[in-house]
């Protein structure tokens, strides 16, 4: 048995609906599902991937302090009503504040 196509798993992976990319004049262009892709060339010079999922920072601020947290923004502004979008923003940026500060932020590989 020989080797498997150079292209193989992202030749499977958009035959199986996931979006694959090609890289066109020096950017990554997204392409949906096999249909799509199957008129490009897949020589060795090409370059194909399957498009990566995001990865989003992720913070280590525990429930405890996401509440103390809130405290103060509830002092600055009386109280927080959390059907008023403003209110939201408001703790939403203290807490991503707080996480730069602190060096909190798992920031994602940029590979």
Do not use: S
């Not at 996931?18 to 370059?47: P, S, T």
Request: charged fraction near 35%; aromatic fraction near 10%; include cysteine.
């Amino acid at each position: 048995m020989g080797e498997p196509h150079k292209w193989a798993e992202v030749i499977k992976a958009a035959a199986d609906g996931k979006d694959v990319e090609r890289f066109e004049q020096g950017v990554w262009k997204r392409k949906e599902g096999y249909y799509a892709i199957r008129n490009w060339l897949w020589g060795e010079k090409q370059q194909h991937r399957i498009k990566p999922e995001p990865v989003y920072p992720v913070t280590r601020i525990t429930p405890e302090e996401a509440y103390e947290m809130l405290k103060v923004c509830v002092e600055k502004v009386g109280r927080i009503e959390w059907t008023r979008a403003d209110d939201l923003v408001l703790f939403a940026n203290a807490a991503i504040r707080r996480a730069i500060e602190d060096g909190d932020v798992i920031l994602p590989n940029k590979d």
